[in-house]
Structures are given as structure tokens and as C-alpha cells.
T-cell receptor
């Protein structure tokens, strides 16, 4: 089954404790992206990647890192999480970059205390 | 700054009562406009891509149209299963493959 998977689905952590949210897709897509969704602010893009070793900033990249060492994986790294990073995070992938249909993962709900 | 505004924020419809959702955008050089549907607790699901003014696309009870300043998502004779949040997003030539989403319209269709 074609899908985007994220782990963990739920995470509660404390300020400053480094964490990684994994994202993997099995559709051989070139494009992958991370978003955060907050009430009243909608869905905002954090980072995206057009291919292996190619990443670009979205609208809200501060406090986040990403890497694209393999085509199928695009982990989101929070080196020193803060409470304002409490949010619902979605990973997505697409065959044809920003113009293509994006397939979204199930989401990761992160709480930073 | 590129802006995408959706209205209304929320819409309550009776089953069968057709309506339209609006997505207005202020961008330079629209590359593509997208509509997604999002159910509670799930990731968005792709509906349509529109590229140029005058373009229309249909899928079941949904029809998306595009002008130079806005897009409409028409819901014809909605059913309760059409209840969801509908999201609009744009990408522009100057920003590569970056996507900017609007705030969404929550649609509730009552039987």
C-alpha cells in the first residue's frame, strides 16, 4: 500500500531535550515536506526537499533541522525543543515537486512542556 | 508577502443545500493552486490542482474554479460525508516549490 508513515504519532517531551520525528514514504517520490498545523494559523511549511541532499526552507524553519540522506526518508529534528513548538506535524511527499498531488502522513502530535 | 485567505471560516449546510467556498490569493506569479480536504485527526487529502484562470475541475459533488484573484470550491447537493475542513494552497514561480496554505473552511453538512 502506498503511504507516508510518521513516528512517533504522539510525543510528550520537555524543553531542551533533542528529538527526531521520522518520516518515510514507499512511493519513490522525489519531493518531501514537513508542515506544522496550529489552531488559527493553519498549515505552515517548515522545510521541503526536492531530492536527496537538497533541502529548502519553508515559511517557519526556525528551530528545526532536516536531512535527506535517502530518497524515502526525511526526518525532522528539533535540537532544543521549546513550548512554542507544541503542534501537530505532518510529513508529505509528491512525485512532481510543489506542483504535484501531495500525500500526507497521519500526523505527529508533539507537546513540549 | 504571499497571502492566501479562505472564507467563510465555517459553514453549516443542510444535506442537499449547495454552496461555495472562497480562496482569495495575493501573490506574484501564481504557479498552481491546490484544494485539499482534511478530516478530523487525519492528514490532508488531495482534491484538485488548478494552473490558470478559467480552468475548472470536477470530482463527484465538488467543482473547483480559478480566476486571476480567487478560486471557488462549489459543493453541489452535499451529503453528510462531505463534512470536513477544506484547505486551499498556492505555489508561486518565485518561491520554487514552497507551498502556502490558507486557514481552511470547516464544512458541516447536517442530514
Amino acid at each position: 500500500e502506498a503511504q507516508v508513515t510518521q513516528n512517533p504519532r504522539y510525543l510528550i517531551t520537555v524543553t531542551g531535550k533533542k528529538l527526531t520525528v521520522t518520516c518515510s514514504q514507499n512511493m519513490n517520490h522525489e519531493y518531501m515536506s514537513w508542515y506544522r498545523q496550529d489552531p488559527g494559523l493553519g498549515l505552515r511549511q517548515i522545510y521541503y526537499s526536492m531530492n536527496v541532499e537538497v533541502t529548502d526552507k519553508g515559511d517557519v524553519p526556525e528551530g528545526y533541522k532536516v536531512s535527506r540522506k535517502e530518497k524515502r526518508n526525511f526526518p525532522l529534528i528539533l535540537e532544543s525543543p521549546s513550548p512554542n513548538q507544541t503542534s501537530l506535524y505532518f510529513c508529505a511527499s509528491s512525485l512532481s515537486g510543489g506542483l504535484g498531488e501531495q500525500f500526507f502522513g497521519p500526523g505527529t502530535r508533539l507537546t513540549v512542556l | 508577502e504571499d497571502q492566501v485567505t479562505q472564507s467563510p471560516e465555517a459553514l453549516r449546510l443542510q444535506e442537499g443545500e449547495s454552496s461555495s467556498l472562497n480562496c482569495s490569493y495575493t501573490v506574484s506569479g501564481l504557479r498552481g493552486l491546490f484544494w485539499y480536504r482534511q478530516d478530523p485527526g487525519k492528514g490532508p487529502e488531495f482534491l484538485f490542482t488548478l494552473y490558470s484562470a478559467g480552468e475548472e475541475k470536477e470530482k463527484e459533488r465538488l467543482k473547483a474554479t480559478l480566476t486571476k484573484k480567487e478560486s471557488f470550491l462549489h459543493i453541489t447537493a452535499p451529503k453528510p460525508e462531505d463534512s470536513a475542513t477544506y484547505l486551499c494552497a498556492v505555489t508561486v514561480w518565485a518561491a520554487g516549490n514552497k507551498l502556502t496554505f490558507g486557514g481552511g473552511t470547516r464544512v458541516l453538512v447536517k442530514p
